[in-house]
């Protein structure tokens, strides 16, 4: 019968941590890239239309010929190309 070897069992110990490891810092990475898309969608549907909106009366106030305000536009990357 042969003998176990303990270097094979700290090579798969240290196998099994760095996988773990990885598996952890990509679930911060997917997580945190779905926060920042939800921060930014609610500032710009929620805070930016308030923010104009005083703008524009400190325009008023100042007499200041405002500008028009810029459009929001989404870009979708995740979703089907057009070429």
Known sequence: MRKFDPYWLSLIFGAFVQLALFLRWLYRRIRNEEVNRAFVHD????HLPHIYE???KLCEKQGIEPGP????RWIDLGGPRED
């Open 43 to 46: 500032m710009a549907t929620n």
């Open 54 to 56: 005083l703008l524009l």
């Open 69 to 72: 305000t810029p459009p929001v």
